[in-house]
């Protein structure tokens, strides 16, 4: 592993690319080998979590945020935290005329990206390594840019959302997913997370930000974004907890800190305490 990859703090990221490097397993390839978010369920009361109804929910999830943004064909578009390429490859084989660039700061997750995702004729697809609060393009570059459940990861909303004012064209809009904290329910949130703190760090890192709705409203007017949309879909995303306790066991040795770790955060999704919502801004 490159200095790079050893400063960038995945542990989830480090498994999986592991298990991916050495063949790994069909489920594991089939649950998380092109989509690593969570799922869109549109019934989730009587939501299937076989390996194909969360592949699907997977996708579901990410045109949810599309949908926001549409139409897409013929627009220059950016995707920030593109993992293993997932979202570029539903846009490029669903509009003509793109040009996708998807932008991580892990260059283990780009070479993955770039073996599953080709462009398609008349689209163009590119795969940049950088930094999200430090965007390696000039201004008014893209019509769209989305950030699918990343924005956690990213060292400051502040700055991220400064750069993507600067890179997107006048009328271009953002589009991002995240888990939101609630502020009455923080307490109860806070304490939750400190209890089950050791789990949550080693499955996802030491450097996760959590925000809320006040402090996105606060970037967005600081930056020049106008709110167009906000959406929470907690109810719908609730299965993917399911799928995770269901599935966890594929991992071998890290299914006790799979588990651990996702019951916590399932506790405060189910009791409201953290949402997870989509939002759309233009820039004006």
Known sequence: MDEQSRQVDLPYFDWLLKELGTGGTSAIEDIAGRNVHWGYWEQPQSAETSIEAISEATDELTWQLLREVEPLSGKDILDVGCGFGGTVSLIN???????????NIDPRQLEVARRNVAALPGNRVEFREGNACKLPFEPNSFDTVLAVECIFHFPSRNDFFREVSRVLKPGGKLVLSDFVLRLRWLPYTVALFLWNKKPLVEMYGSHIKLSCRAHYKHLAKKHGLRWLKMRDITEHTL??????????????????????????????????????????????
């Open 93 to 103: 084989q669903h509009y003509k005329g793109v040009s996708l660039t998807g932008l």
């Open 239 to 284: 299965p993917t907890y399911e799928a995770i306790e269901k599935y966890a066991d594929t991992w071998k040795t890290q299914e006790p800190i799979i588990r651990a770790a996702n019951r916590p955060l399932a506790r405060a999704s189910r009791s409201g305490a953290l949402a997870y919502e989509i939002f759309a801004l233009e820039k004006m």
